[in-house]
Every structure is written in structure tokens, then in C-alpha cells.
């Protein structure tokens, strides 16, 4: 589980944690039956007794990355490209093959992915190290923004374009932090629609993987809805997630339990 306690930052909270999170797991779940109250009693005595599913061997461990940075320097953009849709940057490349050398002795049964390019190449580096295909996931898709700041007529210059997308992220977060809810920004995704898409996606890979571990590669709005969600927070958007950051949550049906937090001990720039 968590080895020391949280340090408190400047950035969002994070956890130092064990690779094996389920190392020391030793009792099993009880099977759930809606057959008798004597059953019923029983699952809910279990709950009761262990409420942050410690000991529980049916409870699906999903690790939760954000994708490496996207934004591109100069020589990197594609012009007429589509910016909502960026690659990595070279310093995003580093990010996923740092990611992948701190992952990649876990054992992980199965990779899932945002289908958009820079969760895809974060994804990339680990699932070669672990011989996996990622399963990509629409439903793991950021939640689509209307339109905060108009990217200019760059021409020839392409670091004005560069410059105007670092602008618009900044505005992102900007907003999001001060109101805590996408709503606020005219023409976007509706809040309560984005997070029941994406609570629904997490909660069907972990119904499919009940007792074992996962990772799904996925955007900073996604990773703070279904944090948000299992801490019962009605903010969009509590912490700024850090690129290849690392949240593991653990889910049995309903229940859910916050483990890691924005853990990004790998990104050397921050430590």
C-alpha cells in the first residue's frame, strides 16, 4: 500500500508508493448473493470490517496515467494541423519511456487508452516492455471545451501558434481552478455528461477485471472527474494532474478508494 505518509506541496498532493499495492491481500471477499438476508447481512458486515478494500482479493486495482506533455515547441508543430489532437513533444517522449522504465516490472492485465495520439504514445514505450496491445476506449476521452482562446492566423511564424496553445492550457486550468466546473466555459461538454461517461468507462474495465490490475492512459479532466467522484467532490476539476502522473484507485462494484494521487516521483523536473 502506501509506504510514508503524503508530503503537502505546491503542486496537488503526492503519495510514495509500494510497485505490489496487493502484496500483503491474505483474505478473500465474500460472493455477493441476493438470496437470503442472511447473505446480505454478511456483505455488509464485510464492508463494514473492510471499508478501504485492504483485504479484499475481488476489488480491481486500476492504475489511472495522464498522458506525457503535448505541447510542441516551434519545430515540432504541424501547421494546419489539429491542435486538439497534438502528439507528444520530444519532452512528453521522455516523460512516457521514464513512465515505462518505473512500470514496466508491474504486472498489469490489460492496457486501456484514450483513443487520442497523445495517450496512445504515452501508452506506446510500456505496453512494447509488457507485450500488451492498448484497448482504446472513446468513453476516455477529455471532455470537449468550447472555444476559450481563437488560435491566430499564425502564417509563417509558427511560434506565435506555439505560444497561443501553452496560452489556451493556461486558461484551461485557470478556469477550471477558479470555478471548479467546466460549465462556466460557453459551448463545452456538459459537466454531469462528462462525468457519468467517464465514471461508466472506469467502472466497466473494472467490472471486467474484478481482482486484478489495470492501467488506462487518459487526460487530466478525466483523471479529476473519476477522482472526484470516488471522493464524492462535486468539483470537475481539484487538483492539476501532472503529465504521466499516476492515480490508482481500487473499485469493487461501487465502492471506491482513492490509493495514489498525482504521484510523479519518475518526472525528475519535479522533485
Known sequence: ?????????????????????????????????????????????????????IRC????????????????????????????????????????????????????AAIY??????CQETAAP?????????ILVPALKEIKLGNIRPLPDHGEDLSILTEALKERQIDIVRIAGETGHWDTIPDSEPSKEFRR????????????????????????????AYAAETLGLERDFFFPAGNTSITVIKVLDKQRVLYVLNDIAHIKRHV
Open 126 to 134: 510500456l505496453a512494447q516492455r509488457l507485450e500488451l496491445t492498448p
Open 57 to 108: 482479493k475481488d476489488a480491481t486495482e486500476l492504475f489511472i496515467v495522464r498522458h506525457g506533455d503535448a505541447l510542441p515547441d516551434a519545430d515540432e508543430i504541424i501547421p494546419g494541423g489539429v491542435y486538439d489532437d497534438l502528439p507528444l513533444s520530444r519532452l512528453g517522449r521522455e516523460q512516457a519511456q521514464t513512465l515505462a522504465e518505473r512500470l514496466g516490472s508491474v504486472h498489469f
Open 197 to 224: 461517461r467517464v465514471v461508466d468507462a472506469f467502472d466497466e474495465i473494472a467490472s471486467k477485471h474484478r481482482g486484478e490490475r489495470v492501467i488506462a492512459f487518459a487526460h487530466g479532466g478525466v483523471v479529476n
Open 113 to 118: 487508452s484514450s483513443p487520442l495520439r497523445r
Open 1 to 53: 500500500m502506501i509506504s510514508r505518509w503524503p508530503r503537502c506541496g505546491r503542486m496537488a498532493a503526492r503519495f510514495t508508493w509500494s510497485m505490489d499495492l496487493t502484496r500483503s491481500i491474505n483474505a478473500r471477499w465474500p460472493g455477493r448473493s441476493s438470496a437470503s438476508w442472511r447473505n446480505n447481512n454478511q456483505d455488509t458486515q464485510t464492508l463494514m470490517e473492510d471499508p478501504f478494500l
